[in-house]
């Protein structure tokens, strides 16, 4: 049963463009919803995270997008730059329970 | 070094074969996961620890699957009688201070021929 699933698989986007990266989820009782960047041969890291009191978190050129009622949210990345070409997980927790993953998303910029 | 530390980084056995997997989690961190990720996908919970004992090992997938964390800090995850299926990465993570952000290694990459 995926509990949190991503969308698209894979993205290229063009240097200066806009990235989006959507997730959607069924628990509701998930009450955290972080974004992890992996760039290969390492482990992910944190870029941004939201809670369900707001509707959007803005940190640089990257901004989380969350809709509860549509139980979805998304990543939007501003300006996107080579550097940005990564895979990008977006993942979600219940409490104390521990974080479940989507599958991700590959990103590709083009310079 | 200031990060999760993860060895070996490379392991290649053989089937039927057992490994052992480290990790030396930020220093005072109290809570340690182990997560597998295959290829194209995202990372699998495997086992949560609190101080010295499994708060949650709902992920381990059998019981060839196993895993210590004796004094606290650094945890062995231990897979006896390997199976290809168990080719991936073993990614490990820490928290602690409560903002719920994991900190993960670099992982160990399993290959069982």
């Known amino acids: 049963q995926q509990q949190v699933k991503q969308s698209p698989q894979s993205l290229i986007v063009q240097k200066g463009g806009i990235s989006i990266i959507n997730c959607a989820y069924e628990n509701t009782a998930f009450d955290y919803f972080p974004w992890y960047q992996q760039f290969p041969g390492k482990g992910p890291a944190l870029l941004i995270a939201i809670r369900p009191d707001v509707s959007e978190k803005k940190e640089g050129r990257f901004t989380i997008s969350f809709n509860k009622s549509a139980k979805q949210f998304s990543l939007h990345i501003m300006d996107s730059q080579p550097g940005d070409s990564a895979t990008y997980f977006c993942?979600?927790?219940?409490?104390?329970?521990?974080?479940?993953f989507g599958k991700g998303t590959m990103l590709l910029v083009s310079p | 070094g200031a990060g999760v530390s993860q060895t070996p980084s490379n392991k290649v056995t053989e089937k039927g074969k057992y490994v052992e997997l480290r990790c030396d989690p930020i220093?005072?961190?109290?809570?340690l996961y182990w997560y597998r990720q295959s290829l194209g996908q995202g990372p699998e919970f495997l086992i949560y620890?609190?101080?010295?004992?499994?708060?949650?090992d709902s992920g381990l997938p059998n019981d060839r699957f196993f895993a210590v964390r004796p004094e606290g800090s650094v945890s062995t995850l231990k897979i006896q009688r390997t199976e290809r299926g168990d080719s991936a990465v073993y990614l490990c993570a820490s928290s602690g201070g409560g903002t719920g952000e994991l900190f993960f290694g670099e992982g160990s990459r399993l290959t069982v021929l």
């Open positions: 620890f609190q101080g010295t004992g499994a708060a949650d």
């Open positions: 993942a979600a927790v219940a409490g104390y329970s521990t974080l479940t």
């Open positions: 220093s005072g961190h109290t809570a």
